[in-house]
């Protein structure tokens, strides 16, 4: 229904910034509910933040909250995810998710339907 591909990642000092893209296609993306992930090694997938394809309405993780952006661009398919502020504890493997099904807006993995491959973020100190 969606796909999504990631890009963008790579390796970043401490305290400073990236950008992580995601392109969607699909004939349903326009009315699904885009998200961020990222999994550490040997563990489950955490929430990051989501948005609303329509309405652009965002809602983010705690652990990142005033530090990412999400937002997207209707004429490219777009997502962004920009990070500002990055700590070594970022260093995780970043995943784009969409959700065709519920579309309410979710903080658990396991209510998305599309993925993509996920882009490695590395933030050395």
């Known amino acids: 229904q969606v796909q999504l591909e990631e890009s963008g990642g790579g390796l970043v000092q401490a305290g400073g910034s990236l950008r992580l893209s995601c392109a969607a296609s699909?004939?349903?993306?326009?009315?699904?509910?885009m998200a961020w992930f990222r999994r550490a090694p040997g563990k489950e997938r955490e929430f990051v933040a989501f948005?609303?394809?329509?309405?652009?309405?965002?809602y983010y993780a705690d652990s990142v909250k005033g530090r990412f952006t999400l937002s997207r661009d209707s004429a490219e398919n777009m997502i962004y995810l920009q990070m500002n502020s990055l700590k070594p504890e970022d260093t995780v493997v970043y995943y784009c998710?969409?959700?065709?099904?519920?579309?309410?807006?979710?903080?658990?993995?396991?209510?998305?339907?599309?993925w993509g491959q996920g882009t490695q973020v590395t933030v050395s100190s």
């Open positions: 998710a969409a959700d065709t099904r519920y579309r309410y807006g979710s903080t658990w993995f396991d209510e998305y339907d599309s």
């Open positions: 699909g004939r349903t993306f326009s009315s699904a509910v």
């Open positions: 948005i609303f394809w329509s309405g652009d309405r965002t």
